[in-house]
C-alpha cells in the first residue's frame, strides 16, 4: 500500500483547509485509513479515522471542525478543516491500516503534510 498526501499549506486561525490522500497498491485489503499529526517533540495523535464500512472516530479536540471523508472510485480519502486554530499546526500523516488476520495487521503512512495555522 503506498499512500500520497497532500493539501497541506498556510491558513489563517478561523479558515478552512482540505487535506487528501490516495490509496495504491493492495487497496482492497485496507480495513480503516486516518488521518495523524505530530508536533516536534510529541508523539503523533489520531486526528480522524474512517473504516471501510464508513464507522468514523474523531479526536475530542477536532470533533465538531473536522470531517473525514472517502471517495471509494478515487480510493482517496480527505480530511476537511473547518474553524482552524492555533494548536491545529502540525504535521499531519496519513494512516492505512490493513488486516491480514487475527494475528496480523500493518499499519502504512504516507509522508507527511504540514499544516501551519497563523494569527
Known amino acids: 500500500v503506498q499512500l500520497q498526501a497532500s493539501g497541506g499549506g498556510l491558513v489563517q486561525a478561523g479558515g478552512s483547509l482540505r487535506l487528501s490522500c490516495a490509496a495504491s497498491?493492495?487497496?482492497?485489503?485496507?480495513?480503516?485509513m486516518g488521518w495523524y499529526r505530530q508536533v516536534r517533540g510529541k508523539q503523533r495523535e489520531l486526528v480522524a479515522r474512517i473504516t471501510s464500512g464508513d464507522s468514523t472516530n474523531y479526536a475530542d479536540s477536532v470533533r465538531v471542525r473536522f470531517t473525514i471523508s472517502r471517495d471509494n472510485a478515487k480510493s482517496t480519502v480527505y480530511l476537511q478543516m473547518n474553524s482552524l486554530k492555533l494548536e491545529d499546526t502540525a504535521v499531519y500523516y496519513c494512516n492505512a491500516h490493513v488486516y491480514y488476520s487475527d494475528i496480523l495487521s500493518e499499519d502504512y503512512w504516507g509522508q507527511g503534510t504540514l499544516v501551519t495555522v497563523s494569527s
Open positions: 497498491g493492495s487497496i482492497s485489503s485496507i480495513n480503516a
